[in-house]
């Protein structure tokens, strides 16, 4: 029977398709570790508060990316190229979701309003992060190392989605709603495309190196054409919705360390 947690434990069971697999995670942890701490070093003077929570933001990626690269190291496999049609954080850039990075290699402060498309772009790709990390928490809670991972991962993709709601709804009180409102509905009809052809991209990998035959790609494909459609309808609305969250102030600490996974 073909279902989500079938599929996992057969990319995970493979030493080929595993490597895989914490590449694509660990380049895009690792450069969104970078982002984040190019924004906290731009940070115009009225957002400065918020500079060590992006801080924050940016080393728990960084942690993430080293644990994904651990989970190799443990099973005695080196990192892999990412195939540039599987490396989504590059590919939303490449649509124009969020900061350019030639904007945050330079030297030049930001406005306000980047850090509204900062946040905004970072509260509708931390939904999709969360839901991932809750799905494979669901299915590998019980393996003593991938669900130690994804526990840790889980629980900090969860306080960055509640740090950028409530930041999101402190600029909205300061007059940036419509601007927030906007940006991120452009955001989210971005990501379900990006997510979507990545997605796609990445089943094609894997077939490939796991030997699916042509009926098993084929459904699978269908079944991501399948999502997009429902978010493309109404799914991506999940994403541009803000309240108040449960976790305050989420980030307001230093981040967490990864014991066992240095």
Not at 197 to 214: E, N, T
């Amino acid at each position: 029977m073909l279902s989500a947690r079938s599929l996992f434990q057969e990319i995970l069971d493979d030493d080929e398709s595993f490597a895989l697999f914490c590449s694509i995670a660990a380049s895009g942890e690792s450069q969104g570790g970078w982002e984040n701490g190019r924004i906290a070093a731009l940070v115009p003077a009225g957002e400065r508060a918020l500079a060590p929570k992006i801080t924050r933001h940016g080393a728990d990626e960084d942690k993430h990316g080293r644990i994904f690269n651990a989970l190799m190291k443990k099973r005695g496999l080196e990192p892999v190229p990412v195939p540039p049609e599987t490396d989504y954080t590059m590919l939303l850039e490449k649509h124009g979701i969020g900061l350019p990075h030639e904007k945050l290699k330079s030297e030049q402060q930001l406005t306000v309003q980047d850090i509204v498309t900062y946040l905004s772009h970072s509260r509708v790709t931390e939904q999709r992060a969360s839901e991932q990390m809750e799905l494979l928490r669901r299915y590998f809670a019980d393996h003593p190392d991938i669900g130690r991972a994804v526990g840790m991962i889980s629980d900090d993709e969860d306080n960055h989605l509640a740090y950028c709601h409530e930041e999101l709804l402190r600029l909205a009180h300061a007059g940036h709603g419509r601007a927030i409102q906007r940006t991120l509905r452009e955001c989210a009809l971005a990501e379900i495309r990006v997510y979507r052809d990545v997605s796609l991209a990445v089943m094609d990998h894997m077939g490939r190196i796991l030997g699916w035959p042509r009926t098993k790609s084929a459904l699978l494909a269908a079944g991501i054409h399948a999502v997009y459609a429902y978010e493309r309808f109404a799914g991506w609305r999940r994403m541009v919705s803000l309240r108040m969250p449960e976790r305050r102030d989420a980030l307001g600490g230093p981040a967490t360390t990864a014991p066992g996974f240095a």
